[in-house]
């Protein structure tokens, strides 16, 4: 791990979980810019960044499908993240995210009130941020699309999409249509990058057999590799630290 890569996590409150995933902090405290290559991990992300070379920004980061493009985290940077549900698109932005499927954007400097002041403080910066998502939140959330947003999330993408359009009284191909409009991909396609998501914490721990719902090693490795474009024991080697998400599951 490395030394000079700071994390911070919180969770949220209890009326935002359906749409929060975490708020978490992460501060490069080196003088060395470190490159870093991203992994899916099923979230919205809306992060605050500030570094010494470069002015404020706000950026938002649709769902990533696989291996991001090596990224790197400047030099003596701090990022304040909020990390959302896929629910957050529909009743928090009020808009489709599907344009920003492995990719994002920078936003306006005073999108939702934020400046650079509020990286001053990371609890301050959680409060008022859960006070700004709270307000935004205009309408009841669809009983339907709540069952469903619940199931997958607690069986962390187990379910297959008939068993989850049962449960959720919701037909597939509705369902599909709402995922494909809201968030550019397909109910299994994310099922999958979340069952992929859960397998990283195991494979941080050093468990290269498959902990969730594959039917054999063969399609674990086959699974992970589609979605990392590395192998489980490369995933676990973390050479130099240079899967970001694991450094991070590893430091938890």
């Known amino acids: 791990m490395i030394h000079d890569l700071k994390y911070q996590s919180i969770k949220p409150n209890k009326n935002l979980t359906d749409f929060v995933d975490s708020f978490w902090c992460m501060e490069n405290k080196s003088d060395q810019t470190l490159e870093t290559i991203g992994l899916p991990d099923g979230r919205i992300d809306l992060s605050l960044i500030k570094t010494p070379e470069t002015s404020f920004q706000i950026r938002l980061l649709g769902l990533g499908t696989q291996q991001y493009e090596k990224g790197k985290i400047p030099a003596n940077s701090l990022t304040f993240v909020i ?3 896929l629910l957050a ?12 499927l492995n990719s994002g ?13 509020d990286l001053e403080n990371f609890e301050l910066f959680c409060e008022k ?3 700004k998502i709270h307000s935004l939140l205009l309408k ?6 709540q069952k469903l947003f619940k199931l997958i999330y607690e069986t962390k993408g187990n379910l297959t999409v008939k068993e989850l359009s049962e449960k959720a009284n919701w037909s597939s191909r509705q369902i599909n249509r709402y995922f494909n409009q809201y968030f550019g991909i397909s109910l299994k396609e ?3 990058i979340l069952r992929f998501r859960a397998s990283l914490e195991h494979i941080a721990k050093g ?14 490795i086959k699974e992970v590799k589609k979605i990392s474009g590395s192998l489980p024991k490369e995933l676990f080697q973390n050479k130099n630290d ?4 694991l450094s991070a599951l590893s430091s938890q």
């Open 207 to 220: 468990k290269l057999f498959p902990e969730e719902n594959f039917s054999d090693q063969t399609h674990f």
């Open 190 to 192: 994310y099922c999958s």
């Open 89 to 100: 698109a529909e009743y928090i932005f009020h808009e489709s995210i599907a344009d920003l």
């Open 83 to 85: 990390s959302f549900k």
């Open 129 to 131: 941020a859960s006070a």
């Open 140 to 145: 009841e959330v669809d009983s339907r699309k």
């Open 242 to 245: 240079r899967f970001i998400l």
């Open 105 to 117: 954007k920078i936003l306006n400097l005073d999108f939702w009130n934020f400046n650079e002041n």
